[in-house]
């Protein structure tokens, strides 16, 4: 069921910061920032051949980052996605195992306009995961 | 200089309740654990494809996580692993930078018996990063 690594979320107080920082001192592929009003962050991801590191400062009030930054000041590693065939399957297959699958459990169009879900850190070893549909 | 993301290590307090998550509900190809006290943990491998998930259980006494699993009953991601070419080029080309690298600043035989460093959380957006040699 479970396919690639699609990327690891890290929540950054200034992405300005963070992007030159993997740009010019780790010498990575950074695209330009992006903002997501609709998810309430400002993304860049960071090209590692394999996958992508996405770094996510929030955009606007009531960001689902702000309190994770509240308490993380410096940063952090926020979520790690994972890519799925069949979201709903997926889905389905988890809650049929005891997992919580957050919000009203329905996939959302997510940052890269592909189905997405997120599971309850607390199901999954501590860590928010995020599976998208591929 | 940055390469692949080699894996993200994730920290459990119960690795086999960790592993049969992965391998029966996530439906995912998972190691047999491995024992490595010289490190004060026990590993178990999520094959991803794409890259690896390494969950991480405190070994013995004085183990390098048992302080973040205080703070993270449930576990949480620990570190994330960056593949370079040369470790000591990358180590020199960060302190010129101004980040600090842990420990003596002089690789050490990590995990998969590569050499590893680890580099200030505070210099890397709040994020344990490891560099491998590959």
């Known amino acids: 069921m479970l396919g690639r690594l699609n990327h690891v979320a890290i929540a950054v107080p200034d992405l300005a910061k963070a992007a030159a920082l993997y740009r010019d001192t780790l010498g990575a592929r950074v695209s330009a920032p992006q903002a997501l009003p609709e998810h309430g962050v400002t993304v860049v991801f960071v090209e590692l051949g394999n996958t992508k590191v996405e770094f996510l400062e929030p ?41 919580r699958v957050l919000g009203d459990g329905e996939p959302k169009t997510g940052a890269h306009g592909k189905p997405v879900l997120f599971l309850h850190p607390k199901d999954f070893t501590g860590t928010l995961v995020e599976l998208e549909q591929v």
């Not at 606007?60 to 952090?76: H, K, M, Q, T, V």
């Open 59 to 99: 955009l606007g009030e009531g960001s689902p980052i702000a309190a994770f930054l509240a308490r993380n000041p410096d940063g952090g590693m926020h979520h790690i996605c994972y890519e799925v065939d069949d979201i709903v399957a997926a889905r389905d297959r988890l809650k049929a195992g005891g997992a």
